[in-house]
């Protein structure tokens, strides 16, 4: 049974950081590409940075870029979202998801993978 859990998220004012983690039960984060995706209030879900397997290539939407820093953790188990520079758009549920075998890329995850965790809230004040 895999089990995908998000933490991290907080409420923060504007130009701040968060990092956020994403564990898992079951598998090894390693061996498969792992993506990020937002959901703010309204809006359609997003996807916002994806993680190749074992590190092999790394994905941001262009306006995350320079500022959310995907990364892995073999040892434990855990994919980290860095977010500096926060801004009030930024605001919004996250979700980690997890592609469903070791061969499947970043863009298909959304749309294939049932590997969820339930979220962790991002909050940026002005």
């Known amino acids: 049974q895999v089990q995908v859990v998000e933490s991290g998220g907080a409420s923060v004012q504007a130009g701040g950081s968060l990092r956020l983690s994403c564990t898992a039960s079951?598998?090894?984060?390693?061996?498969?590409?792992v993506a990020w995706f937002r959901q703010a209030p309204g809006e359609e879900r997003e996807g916002v940075s994806c993680r190749g397997w074992r590190g092999e290539y790394a994905w941001h939407r262009d306006s995350v870029k320079g500022r959310f820093t995907i990364s892995g953790d073999k040892d434990k188990n855990v994919v980290y979202l860095q977010l500096e520079n926060l801004k009030p758009e930024d605001t919004a549920m996250y979700y980690c998801a997890v592609a469903q075998r070791p061969d499947r890329k970043c863009s298909v995850i959304e749309y294939e993978s049932k590997w969820w965790g339930q979220g962790t809230q991002v909050t940026v004040s002005s």
């Open positions: 079951g598998l090894t984060l390693d061996d498969y590409a």
